[in-house]
């Protein structure tokens, strides 16, 4: 298992210490996370599972600074988060476009919203969107896309900001199977030659294990971790990862899939 704390006497890019979410309404107290503690290092691709409410989305909202935990402390790069930055940026689960705006129009909305140079931005989502196989649709409109076209789109708007960490809230979840699967392995791919670190929030063990250098797994409300899990597989030379149609096809798959369905499932029966 990999350290989760600071790596080689390096800070990590994000990390949370002791963190703690509880939700107040008139209902009562909602407690969604409990002693929330890990890093990720500049450059990791990490995966965080668990079961429906179990918090997962919330620690994204946290490392985002759209929420502030009631207890403990978000840092990235060092520092702690005290609101929205530049340095992260979400995607969602629904690609969420403009319908009257043009795909390029799309892809440079953050830029936009961030007060960024357009110009700059606009030849930014270009060549993102070129690179991505939508280079002939930038002055389409987004109903003349497909979905995995559109989460295309969502991706190079995520992208065009320049942030240092993507957090991924079950991209691809609203797709069908080949869809999710072919996206899965371009997304993956384009991190890793972007070389940014990500987060992912998913409910497919599947794809948290062909996707993810490590896989975090939460425990039922309030979330804790209960493990983490190194993905490694002996068929990937060192520093190298395989893409995520061969890591379904690697004879370590199952293993890592049956460890965490079966801590999964402990969930639902305790």
């Not at 107290?29 to 918090?55: D, N, P, R």
């Not at 809230?169 to 972007?194: K, Y």
């Not at 490694?232 to 520093?239: A, E, K, P, Q, V």
Request: hydrophobic residues 40%; neutral net charge.
């Amino acid at each position: 298992m990999r350290n989760s704390s600071i790596d080689g006497g390096i800070a990590p890019r994000v990390e949370l210490r002791d963190v703690n979410m509880r939700y107040f309404s008139r209902e009562g107290e909602t407690e969604a996370l409990k002693g929330i503690s890990f890093s990720v290092a500049a450059g990791e691709f990490v995966a965080i599972i668990g079961q429906s409410g179990c918090g997962k989305s919330t620690l994204l909202s946290l490392v985002s600074g759209i929420l502030k935990p009631t207890g403990g402390t978000v840092l990235v790069d060092g520092k702690a988060v005290t609101g929205p930055s530049r340095k992260v940026a979400y995607m969602l689960q629904q690609d969420y476009l403009f319908e009257w705006r043009t795909i390029l129009e799309n892809a440079v909305l953050g830029a936009e919203i961030q007060g960024a140079d357009m110009d700059k931005a606009r030849a930014r989502a270009k060549e993102l969107l070129t690179k991505y196989g939508l280079g002939q649709f930038l002055f389409h409109l987004p109903r003349q896309l497909s979905g995995g076209m559109r989460q295309r789109v969502a991706l190079a708007r995520t992208l065009c900001t320049e942030p240092d960490v993507v957090l991924l809230d079950e991209p691809f979840s609203a797709l069908d199977s080949q869809t999710r699967l072919a996206l899965a392995d371009e997304v993956t791919e384009i991190l890793r030659r972007e070389r940014k670190t990500a987060i992912l929030v998913t409910h497919d063990i599947g794809e948290a294990i062909s996707m993810a250098e490590r896989v975090i797994v939460l425990s039922r409300r309030p979330g804790q971790i209960k493990s983490e899990h190194a993905i490694r597989f002996g068929s990937c030379g060192s520093g190298v990862r395989l893409t995520t149609f061969a890591a379904r096809n690697a004879p370590e798959f199952n293993g890592y899939f049956n460890t965490l369905w079966q801590e999964l499932e402990v969930h639902v029966e305790g």
